[in-house]
């Protein structure tokens, strides 16, 4: 069964919805494009976190430790419509918080890619350019609960590093 807790934020460091709110309350936000946090969970088991504010969504996907490992944002680049602007993929070290490596691709609307990789444990980032197909990073921008296109989109998105320069 999927279940909605509505919040100001989700803490990340404590794995917690602070500041709960009510759905009235949340939808009151939606449409005021004001800021508010969903935590979306699976037979009691969080699973995504959706923050919303104004022209921004970001979805965050939960493992089953609560780390977000997956984020994608969207920013709205014409009314209602969003363009995932930002993926990132982070790996952890066993049953810990400790990121090992992330992965953090950047979109531009003409297909540009700027891929940035880091080790946690390195001071050094490495840097790819690359030239995708878009087309299918676009989204409405949602309804009230309606959040799951977005997920899918994030959840669809092809984790490649390719310079093509």
């Given at each position: 069964?999927?279940?909605?807790?509505?919040?100001?934020?989700?803490?990340?460091?404590?794995?917690?919805?602070?500041?709960?709110?009510?759905?009235?309350?949340?939808?009151?936000?939606?449409?005021?494009?004001?800021?508010?946090?969903?935590?979306?969970?699976?037979?009691?088991?969080?699973?995504?976190?959706?923050?919303?504010?104004?022209?921004?969504?970001?979805?965050?996907?939960?493992?089953?430790?609560?780390?977000?490992?997956l984020?994608?944002?969207?920013?709205?680049?014409?009314?209602?419509?969003?363009?995932m602007?930002?993926?990132?993929?982070?790996?952890?070290?066993?049953?810990t918080?400790?990121?090992?490596?992330?992965?953090?691709?950047?979109?531009?609307?003409?297909?540009?890619?700027?891929?940035?990789?880091?080790?946690?444990?390195?001071?050094?980032?490495k840097?790819?350019?690359?030239?995708?197909?878009?087309?299918?990073?676009?989204?409405?921008?949602?309804?009230?609960?309606?959040?799951?296109?977005?997920i899918e989109?994030?959840?669809?998105?092809?984790?490649?590093?390719?310079?093509?320069?």
């Amino acid at each position: 069964m999927i279940s909605y807790i509505y919040c100001r934020s989700w803490f990340n460091a404590k794995k917690k919805a602070l500041n709960i709110i009510d759905q009235k309350t949340a939808q009151y936000d939606h449409n005021a494009r004001q800021m508010y946090t969903v935590l979306i969970s699976k037979d009691e088991i969080p699973k995504y976190v959706i923050i919303v504010k104004d022209t921004f969504v970001c979805v965050c996907v939960l493992d089953h430790l609560l780390r977000i490992y997956l984020e994608f944002h969207y920013e709205e680049v014409h009314t209602s419509r969003l363009f995932m602007r930002m993926a990132i993929r982070r790996s952890y070290e066993q049953n810990t918080d400790n990121v090992l490596d992330g992965r953090s691709y950047i979109y531009k609307t003409s297909g540009d890619l700027c891929i940035r990789q880091s080790a946690y444990n390195s001071p050094e980032t490495k840097i790819l350019h690359s030239h995708v197909d878009v087309s299918g990073y676009y989204a409405q921008y949602p309804e009230f609960g309606q959040y799951m296109e977005l997920i899918e989109r994030g959840l669809a998105h092809k984790f490649e590093a390719r310079d093509n320069r």
